[in-house]
């Protein structure tokens, strides 16, 4: 049997000190049964000539003259022609045998995705410790552990480490997308509502970290307040999970909310949510949706009956919950003080 065709879709934006390494990376897979599908977004530092200058038959390149991030790249996306896909970056490196120690968990159809550890390097390429990619630290869990820990703490897993089963592009890259700061997370929740995913353990990724920030995930208030916004959309991703059943398995502790064998998925929800005091995504969410179940007869019957919680309790509740307030001066206040621990630890 042939090798089978893995499609790389190498996202490419002013980074030409660092495309070629990147490009080779890619081309020196010790898998080479692949396409290097090249999308690079108006780039204005040469890039695209040192795209240009590559004559190898595996690659496919799509230059654009106009910056449209992620809606050029999408286009890319859907041009895939392999049975699976990965996402590269041009500024980013991987080691030769990333894509062939990943497609043997893959090649299991009940594995949507595969990624890897993760290797911090800085502007000149010295490997380095970064609060960037700690969390990515991560070892294997069901996709039930996984969808909890999304909810509870966000990203755990590295972009441009995947390799993805392309029957999952749809779901993980839709054509349109609103989101700039979490699209790749809100990815990650569909994918692992319907498939298994697998971390493996070596550093096959070096993932640049840029000294001026640069990076769209680094820390910063303009980051930290789409962040903010965007993770409250992403959580109503959990409210399609109406199945009790299925709910249980990511929250073990709703098992609570089960009353003679019926639950109020929604209201058990709202309550894991309401529990991340911290967190104005979850608390928002999770008060929006006790407005909107007790705007139902049926449904505000039953939680009074089985929860004991009405129209009053949510009176009460919401004044204890305080949630646009002081937010974001807290934040700025945090990133005043990681400043100067970082230039005077």
């Known amino acids: 049997m042939s090798a089978p065709l893995i499609s ?3 996202t490419s934006y002013n980074h030409a000190e660092f495309l070629r390494d990147s490009i080779e990376s890619v081309l020196s897979q010790t898998h080479e049964n692949i396409e290097l599908i090249i999308s690079d977004d108006a780039s204005t530092d040469g890039s695209q000539d040192i795209i240009r200058s590559y004559d190898d038959p595996r690659i496919r390149v799509m230059l654009w003259d106009k910056n449209r991030r992620r809606k050029n790249h999408a286009q890319a996306y859907y041009a895939a022609k392999g049975d699976f896909f990965a996402i590269h970056h041009s500024d980013d490196l991987w080691l030769p045998d990333k894509l062939e120690k990943q497609l043997k968990y893959v090649q299991n159809p009940r594995v949507g995705a595969a990624f890897t550890q993760v290797q911090g390097i800085d502007d000149k390429g010295n490997s380095i410790s ?3 990619v700690a969390p990515f630290a991560v070892k294997n869990m069901s996709r039930h ?3 909890r820990e999304f909810f509870f703490n966000g ?4 972009h441009p480490s995947v390799l993805l089963r392309s ?3 749809p779901l993980v890259y839709p054509k349109a997308s609103s989101l700039i700061q979490i699209p790749d997370l809100r990815g990650w929740v569909r994918l692992c509502k319907k498939s298994e995913i697998r971390v493996l353990p070596q550093k ?3 993932f640049r970290i840029h000294s001026d920030n640069s990076n769209l995930s680094a820390f910063g208030v303009d980051n930290y307040i789409r962040f903010q916004n965007e993770m409250r959309y992403l959580l109503e991703e959990y409210t399609s999970i109406t199945d009790p059943d299925e709910l249980l398995k990511i929250f073990p502790e709703i098992e609570y909310f089960l009353v003679d064998g019926e639950m109020d998925t929604g209201f058990a929800l709202s309550q894991l949510l309401l529990s ?3 967190s104005g995504p979850h608390l928002n969410l999770g008060i929006e949706m006790l407005y909107s179940i007790l705007d139902d007869p049926d449904r505000a019957d039953f939680i009074e009956k089985n929860y004991n919680f009405n129209a009053e309790s949510l009176r009460q509740l919401v004044t204890k ?3 646009y307030a002081h937010r974001t001066m807290h934040m700025l206040q945090e990133v005043v003080r990681e400043r100067e621990q970082k230039e005077h630890p």
């Open 8 to 10: 790389v879709v190498l």
């Open 130 to 132: 970064d609060s960037l």
């Open 145 to 147: 552990s996984w969808l």
């Open 155 to 158: 990203n755990r897993l590295c």
């Open 167 to 169: 029957e999952f592009i």
């Open 204 to 206: 096959l990724v070096k």
């Open 276 to 278: 991340q005091k911290n």
């Open 321 to 323: 919950h305080d949630i």
